[in-house]
């Protein structure tokens, strides 16, 4: 039996109508006209247009795409450099456990808050000027993290650093919805985030062999010496808005991400969905080295390459992913009957099903593996099994946001990257607590069946009510 047939029995089929009531209800007040000699404004009145991003050439796409890669892959790695190196900082600065922690995790607080402020801005002023002042907030602040001389402003310079950090986070969704097509969005999202995901276990072997050579300080000073190359275009949307009082402008754009949370279903499933799956990451992440060294009486340097075997669950879950996704959506679009150019975004979410078993599995490996000190190998597999379903699961969420809301991305992926960063920034907090009452064997068994209550139901809420759902939902934008 094919792949594509076992997806189609775990997922009940879906309604595909043509009534034209079932799309986003979007009202949109009266606007003036488009000015036709704005030299910065995108509009397409033909579906083949060369200056159309999605026209573009496939050259000049992927080297887009790369760059933003590049930058993101950055911005993850800093988030998780410092984590072998906590013990040696608490030390240095005189912080107790916690306050190291929160060294660490405040970064992601930040990239809970700065997309709201940020993502509104590019959808006025164009993604270019927003991410090149963001490049500088966050190089300006990384300086400041390696000469600080005290926790405080360690960790306030940490915060302000992972605001500059923030704004890839959601514009990168964005520019990615500008130039690539629904169909294209799995085999592009993996190609994005395949170096992105190196960052996350990366950081921890750089910052893990340079806290036991050299100093902790580096393991933040390096990151000033990577540069951001960016691109942008204006919509317009944002054109017309740039029009319209500036008060109300900046009211609308501001407030939309908020907006979009409190009132879009879609948009709460997924920042709930996405926020966990993001948490365990970190959970992971922050206490992983901390196994190898108590536990397995590791040295410090030797406990950051464990992170390898993270990182390469990560970038083949992304690869399987993208594929997979393209083929399953190339699939169902095809034997839908709809008109040519026609698709529903729930069509990416057949692989989180089946994914989340995956995730459950090697929770649960690797922490009763830890729980007996079994060999590291058996831990790693574990972790690998983990980090391979965690990947699957959460990019189809994140293609679904893109199609579901393609003139807002950058808004709608700033409202859930703002309970998804939350998320991560608080659960590394209680980690070492949980695990110091229940052990990683229980400790792994609770996360893994919360994971399997919280994360099961969202695709199928999305898969059957989706566009019932995106046809109820008005808003004012």
């Not at 009202?27 to 000699?37: G, I, L, N, Q, T």
């Not at 993502?119 to 002042?133: D, F, N, T």
């Not at 979410?349 to 995730?359: D, T």
């Not at 960063?421 to 068994?445: C, D, E, H, I, K």
């Amino acid at each position: 039996m094919s792949s594509l047939h076992r997806v189609q029995q775990i997922m009940p089929p879906i309604e595909v109508t043509a009534d034209p009531d079932i799309e986003m209800a979007i009202v949109v007040e009266a606007r003036p006209p488009v000015k036709p000699d704005d030299p910065y404004l995108v509009a397409f009145d033909q579906p083949s247009d060369s200056d159309n991003p999605k026209d573009w050439s496939a050259t000049l796409k992927w080297t887009v795409t790369d760059a933003l890669s590049a930058t993101c892959f950055n911005r993850i790695m800093v988030s998780t450099i410092m984590a072998p190196a906590l013990p040696a900082i608490a030390a240095e600065l005189h912080m107790t456990s916690t306050e190291s922690f929160m060294a660490l995790s405040i970064y992601v607080l930040a990239t809970a808050i700065g997309p709201l402020l940020l993502s509104p801005l590019c959808e006025i002023y164009g993604r270019k000027p927003i991410l090149h002042a963001s490049n500088l907030w966050f190089l300006k602040f990384n300086i400041v993290c390696g000469f600080a001389r005290n926790k405080q402003t360690l960790i306030a310079a940490r915060f302000l650093a992972g605001f500059g950090a923030s704004a890839i986070f959601s514009l990168a969704a964005a520019v990615l919805g500008d130039i690539w097509r629904p169909e294209q969005r799995g085999t592009t999202l993996a190609v994005y985030s395949l170096i992105p995901l190196l960052g996350s276990a990366v950081g921890p072997i750089i910052g893990g062999i340079m806290a036991e050579r050299t100093t902790w300080r580096w393991d933040v000073l390096v990151n000033i010496c990577f540069p951001g190359p960016h691109g942008g275009s204006v919509t317009v949307y944002e054109r017309l808005q740039a029009d319209r009082n500036v008060l109300a402008s900046i009211w609308l754009s501001f407030s939309r991400p908020l907006r979009l949370l409190a009132t879009h279903p879609i948009v709460q499933i997924v920042a709930v969905f996405q926020a966990f799956n993001y948490g365990v990451l970190y959970i992971v992440l922050s206490s992983f080295a901390t196994l190898w060294t108590e536990h397995y009486h590791q040295h410090v340097g030797t406990s950051g390459l464990h992170y390898i075997a993270i990182a390469l669950g990560e970038v083949v879950g992304s690869q399987v992913a993208g594929r997979l996704m393209d083929r399953i959506f190339a699939h169902l679009t095809a034997n839908a009957g709809l008109s040519e150019g026609e698709s529903a975004p729930e069509w990416h979410l057949p692989l989180v099903l089946p994914s989340v078993r995956i995730v459950s599995s090697g929770l649960l490996v690797y922490g009763w593996a830890a729980a007996f000190h079994v060999h590291w190998m058996v831990v790693d597999i574990g972790a690998f099994l983990y980090s391979f379903g965690g990947q699957i699961v959460g990019q189809p969420m994140t293609a679904y946001i893109i199609d579901a809301y393609p003139e807002y991305v950058s808004s709608a992926t700033a409202a859930t990257r703002f309970v998804t960063s939350m998320y991560a920034f608080a659960f590394p907090l209680f980690t070492p607590a949980m695990y110091r009452v229940l052990g990683y064997g229980w400790g792994n068994t609770v996360i893994s069946l919360a994971a399997v209550v919280l994360l099961v139901p969202a695709p199928l809420v999305l898969w059957r009510y989706g566009a019932r759902l995106r046809t109820k939902t008005v808003m004012i934008f």
